[in-house]
């Protein structure tokens, strides 16, 4: 089994800045990937940024060139950096895991924190 654990959500005004941590343990062999996914109420929940082990990364175009996801190999511990919030962003956002690779689709992914709620004020 495999476990993740947010931090850094919050309220922030638009325009600022918010970092999402999510550290993974348990059996993290199984972890090939590593992704957010954010959901906003009566919303579906929506691909935002995925890093593969390998370092590679992948943006939804609604999130590219303001948010940017790292990882950190030896810690098990991928972040999100969002900047120039907009209130769109606000959403409770949710870490997740994959033993097989970068999906865009929620339900191909194995392993879910419990969410983090980000809120963003005009």
């Known amino acids: 089994q495999v476990q993740l654990v947010e931090s850094g959500g919050g309220l922030v005004q638009a325009g600022g800045s918010l970092r999402l941590s999510c550290a993974a343990s348990?059996?993290?062999?199984?972890?090939?990937?590593m992704g957010w996914f954010r959901q906003a109420p009566g919303k579906e929940r929506e691909f935002v940024a995925a890093?593969?082990?390998?370092?590679?990364?992948y943006y939804a175009d609604s999130v590219k060139g303001r948010f940017i996801i790292s990882g950190d190999n030896a810690k098990n511990t991928v972040y999100l950096q969002m900047k120039s919030l907009k209130p769109e962003d606000t959403a409770d956002y949710y870490c997740?895991?994959?033993?097989?690779?970068?999906?865009?689709?929620?339900?191909?992914?194995?392993?879910w924190g419990q969410g983090t709620q980000v809120t963003v004020s005009s």
């Open positions: 997740a895991a994959s033993p097989r690779g970068v999906y865009y689709t929620w339900s191909s992914w194995d392993y």
């Open positions: 348990g059996r993290t062999f199984r972890i090939s990937a």
């Open positions: 890093i593969s082990w390998s370092g590679g990364t």
